[in-house]
Every structure is written in structure tokens, then in C-alpha cells.
């Protein structure tokens, strides 16, 4: 019993003097920790740029009609086709674009005078709209762009959805008082 005993001390003593796989059990004890916080750190910094992709999106194609006097359809093509560009490496599949002329009447009663939509609905002309408040003036216009972006996370096995990001964006018609629309 007594050699059973001074065996154990010994092992005891030695036990408290080795360390050297200590580390090497920590590492993997964080390890997956420290993935995680990687990939999502990766994952938020991807989101991020999809949002701020989305805000120049809409901005660029409130202004692009801001600018026309008569907007046709080749025009408001080549204008959702840069916002497809614009959200690249991004793909398009989950981009909606609106885009509205918006007036308002002698009472300053806003309503849609034309409106079109790349991977959404357009509002019907004549539909009433609310802006927020000082927009307008009786007899004015405004061009409303609202873009609205779905991002999926690559790693989208493990989390499941997506994020979606949407914003609007008002512009006044530079070029004249209320932009035109032809086929």
C-alpha cells in the first residue's frame, strides 16, 4: 500500500511540473470561438458593403432621373442596368428599384404621375403618395427612388434568411419642373 501510495505522490509531483500540452489543449478549447468571430466579423463587413452598395443604388438613379427632362425606356433601362452594375459583386436577384415622379397639385395633394420598377411593382399613375412633410409645394414635383436589397450570407447553411436593407430617396427634377415620361 505504502509503494502504491509514494507511486501516486510521484506521479502527482511530475503531473504539476509537465505543461507541455497545456496550450495545445486551450488552442482547441477557442479555437472555435475564435472562428466564429472571425466569419461573422467577415459576414458583418459584407453586410455593411451590401448596404452602403444599396444607398449609392438608389441615390444614383433618383439623380439620373433628376437630371432628365423626358425620361423614355431605353433611358430608365440603361439607368436600372447601372444600378445592377453599381451592386456588384453583389448579385441583382433580390434588388428592387422603384423609381417615381411625384406632384403635387394646386392644394399640394401629391400623386404619382409615372412610375417604374426593376424587380418590383410600379405605382399606378394618379395613386396618391405621402412624402414627408415639406417636400413640396402646390404646382412643384419630386422624384422618389426606393431601393430595397435582400443579403443572403454566403455561409447561408448555417444562417438561415437573409438581411433586408431598403431606403428612399428624394430628388427635385433639376433641368425642369416635373420630369416627363414617353415609352
Same mark, same amino acid.
Given at each position: 500500500?505504502?509503494?502504491?501510495?509514494?507511486?501516486?505522490?510521484?506521479?502527482?509531483?511530475?503531473?504539476? =511540473?509537465?505543461?507541455?500540452?497545456?496550450?495545445?489543449?486551450?488552442?482547441?478549447?477557442?479555437?472555435?470561438?475564435?472562428?466564429?468571430?472571425?466569419?461573422?466579423? !467577415?459576414?458583418?463587413?459584407?453586410?455593411?458593403?451590401?448596404?452602403? =452598395?444599396?444607398? =449609392?443604388?438608389?441615390?444614383?438613379?433618383?439623380?439620373?432621373?433628376?437630371?432628365?427632362?423626358?425620361?423614355?425606356?431605353?433611358?430608365?433601362?440603361?439607368?436600372?442596368?447601372?444600378?445592377?452594375?453599381?451592386?456588384? @459583386?453583389?448579385?441583382?436577384?433580390?434588388?428592387?428599384?422603384?423609381?417615381?415622379? !411625384?406632384?403635387?397639385?394646386?392644394?399640394?395633394?401629391?400623386?404619382?404621375?409615372?412610375?417604374?420598377?426593376?424587380?418590383?411593382?410600379?405605382?399606378?399613375?394618379?395613386?396618391?403618395?405621402?412624402?414627408?412633410?415639406?417636400?413640396?409645394?402646390?404646382?412643384?414635383?419630386?422624384?422618389?427612388?426606393?431601393?430595397?436589397?435582400?443579403?443572403?450570407?454566403?455561409?447561408?447553411?448555417?444562417?438561415?434568411?437573409?438581411?433586408?436593407?431598403?431606403?428612399?430617396?428624394?430628388?427635385? @427634377?433639376?433641368?425642369?419642373?416635373?420630369?416627363?415620361?414617353?415609352?
Amino acid at each position: 500500500m505504502t509503494t502504491f501510495m509514494s507511486n501516486l505522490r510521484d506521479f502527482g509531483r511530475t503531473a504539476q =511540473k509537465r505543461d507541455e500540452g497545456t496550450s495545445s489543449v486551450e488552442f482547441a478549447l477557442i479555437l472555435p470561438l475564435m472562428l466564429s468571430l472571425y466569419f461573422g466579423a !467577415v459576414e458583418l463587413g459584407n453586410a455593411l458593403i451590401a448596404d452602403r =452598395k444599396l444607398n =449609392k443604388t438608389g441615390s444614383a438613379v433618383a439623380d439620373l432621373v433628376a437630371q432628365a427632362v423626358l425620361i423614355d425606356d431605353n433611358m430608365m433601362d440603361d439607368i436600372f442596368d447601372a444600378s445592377t452594375t453599381i451592386m456588384e @459583386p453583389f448579385g441583382s436577384a433580390t434588388l428592387t428599384v422603384v423609381v417615381a415622379s !411625384v406632384v403635387a397639385d394646386e392644394n399640394n395633394v401629391t400623386t404619382i404621375d409615372w412610375s417604374d420598377a426593376y424587380n418590383g411593382t410600379a405605382y399606378a399613375p394618379g395613386s396618391t403618395y405621402t412624402l414627408p412633410p415639406g417636400l413640396t409645394s402646390a404646382g412643384t414635383s419630386v422624384i422618389v427612388a426606393e431601393a430595397r436589397y435582400t443579403y443572403t450570407s454566403p455561409i447561408g447553411q448555417y444562417l438561415t434568411g437573409g438581411i433586408t436593407f431598403s431606403n428612399q430617396y428624394f430628388l427635385r @427634377p433639376r433641368r425642369t419642373s416635373a420630369v416627363g415620361r414617353t415609352s
